[in-house]
């Protein structure tokens, strides 16, 4: 009896031990969850590195008119943009950046203008680059700003370039905001001195403001002030602040896309007078300016969008940029394959979530400053954007003689300063866009092709673009319609004392026979 316990008890413990055998190698053949044998992909990237990060198909935002200033421009994700790592923060998570600048949906530079333009772009670069969040393991999306590319090149090489000593700021939005002033302060001829200091609009006439709440995108406002934050241009390379490696990744990969950064600035314009002086200022945002020929030519550049006195920029606004969406990805991204080149980046996990349209995601706050969708909101509001609209179409009929025609309807206001003719000695050119390809000798370069673009607006002022400025700089100002210099008739004078001579109807020539015609392009 007892040996037939002490075998039953043998077998029990041997079917024990083959359970539990069992059991270890079910174990240990399951796959391991949550990907715990996988490297952190902080741990593998570096700067610079391509990440095959998937923003997902079909997240879509419409930038409408009644936000930009211009029209309505939509951007959709694909899924096929391609990403790099701008930085990565100390909690492991990383800040992507799209290659390259990328265009709306119909292949376009997104466009910005006016008060309507500069009062949201700021928001709606960022919002369109919130599209972008949705891929694997996004957790937020942003566009590219002025911090970024300080914090790209670094306090340290700052510090190098400028002999600046950081060491009495505390924190680093201290150091950002002295770096903003040595970059605005930098040596050149035309450094912008008024960095910084505080000034005064006394005069309504020039207290226009920015104003995202308004119908108009702007207010009016006496003893107005506000502090320059005008950076004049940052050339990275040139001044040593930025490897050639590192100037792909601020500005992108497409020779001559450039590309917006959401900082705005505002400058001030002093008019010295004999009795007294006038300010007013420039509103504007920062772009990026693309040479792959030559990378010691690429910069950040301020570009006007709308003045206080509530004019715009002679150059108009059809020259755009593309956007450089910055996406964050989770610190638990981790890194499967690839060696972080463009052949290839590397492959990360993460899903990417259902696709959305984020221009439903607009608050009643957007809702109220777009016209179109006006009914929509109750009675109230509309009462009070009606009063906003009267009083304002008051001030500027009693003060500036406009038409409540031109002031309500933006696209009057275009055509009255493009449509028409204009008057040189026996012909009529039309307003708008010139353009001719010239050629000059030079010493070094011995005789060089180059186009010119020369802007006519029926207010007296030009804006004129070269595409070699080495010989022939861009520029803007007023010009005047002579007709007898040196012999010459027919003849416009810009204000930069380059004179042009009409020679047949929607065309003109340099002076002096020199066989370049600028022909009509429309406006």
């Given amino acids: 009896m007892k040996k037939k316990v002490i075998i039953s008890i043998v077998a029990i413990l041997l079917v024990v031990c083959v359970v539990a055998g069992a059991i270890t190698v079910m174990n240990f053949r399951k796959p391991k969850k949550d990907n715990e044998n996988l490297m952190p992909l902080s741990e593998k990237v570096k700067i610079g590195d391509y990440v095959s990060y998937n923003a997902g198909e079909g997240n879509t935002y419409t930038s409408l008119e009644s936000k930009n200033g211009k029209k309505d421009q939509t951007f959709t994700t694909t899924g096929n943009e391609k990403w790099r790592v701008l930085s990565i923060e100390d909690d492991g998570s990383i800040n992507l950046i799209s290659e390259s600048p990328i265009r709306t949906d119909d292949g376009k530079a997104y466009l910005i203008d006016g008060a309507k333009g500069y009062a949201n772009a700021q928001s709606e670069l960022n919002n369109i680059s919130k599209i972008y969040a949705s891929g694997q393991n996004g957790v937020s999306a942003r566009s590219m700003n002025y911090e970024d590319i300080i914090k790209l090149i670094g306090i340290d090489k ?8 950081f060491s009495e700021y505390q924190t680093e939005e201290e150091e950002i905001e002295k770096a903003f002033e040595i970059l ?3 040596n050149g001829t035309q450094n912008n001195v008024n960095y910084g200091t505080e000034f005064e609009i006394t005069n309504s006439e020039n207290g226009y403001i920015p104003d995202k709440e308004s119908a108009y995108g702007y207010s009016k406002k006496n003893d107005y002030k506000f502090t320059d934050s005008y950076i004049y241009f ?10 050639e490696d590192l100037c792909s990744l601020l500005y992108g990969t497409e020779n001559q896309m450039t590309g917006w950064i959401a900082t705005p600035y505002q400058k001030a314009l002093v008019e010295r007078n004999i009795d007294s002086d006038t300010t007013y200022v420039e509103y504007g945002i920062y772009f990026t300016i693309l040479d792959l020929n030559n990378y ?18 002679s150059s108009g606004s059809d020259s755009g940029c593309g956007i450089r969406p ?12 690839g060696e972080g080149t463009l052949e290839s980046p590397y492959e990360i996990d993460g899903e990417v979530k259902e696709k959305t349209d984020f221009s439903q995601n607009e608050t009643t706050e957007n809702i109220l400053s777009n016209s179109d969708n006006i009914n929509n909101v109750n009675n109230e509001n509309i009462s009070n954007a009606s009063n906003v609209v009267n009083e304002t179409e008051n001030n500027l009929v009693s003060e500036n003689n406009v038409s409540k025609e031109n002031i309500s309807n933006k696209e009057n206001m275009e055509d009255d300063l493009y449509e028409g003719t204009l008057k040189v000695g026996n012909y009529s050119l039309k307003y708008g866009t010139y353009k001719t390809t010239t050629a000059q000798f030079t010493d070094d370069r011995g005789v060089v092709d180059y186009e010119i673009t020369i802007t ?8 004129l673009k070269s595409s070699d400025n080495e010989i022939l700089k861009d520029s803007s100002g007023t010009y005047e319609i002579l007709d007898n210099v040196n012999g010459l008739t027919n003849v416009i004078k810009l204000s930069d004392d380059l004179f042009y001579t009409v020679t047949a109807n929607n065309s003109f020539s340099l002076p002096a026979g020199s066989g370049a015609v600028f022909n009509y392009t429309g406006k």
Avoid: W
């Avoid at 700052?158 to 000593?165: A, L, P």
């Avoid at 940052?234 to 490897?243: G, I, W």
């Avoid at 010691?296 to 920029?313: D, R």
């Fill in 296 to 313: 010691t030519n690429c910069n950040i550049s301020p570009y006007q969008i709308y003045f206080s006195n509530n004019q715009l920029p």
């Fill in 456 to 463: 006519l607006r029926n207010d007296g002022k030009y804006v």
């Fill in 158 to 165: 700052i510090s190098e370039v400028y002999g600046v000593d």
């Fill in 326 to 337: 910055v996406v964050t990805i989770s610190n638990n991204t981790h890194y499967i394959s």
């Fill in 234 to 243: 940052t050339y990275t390379q040139r001044n040593n602040l930025l490897s």
């Fill in 184 to 186: 605005a302060k930098q």
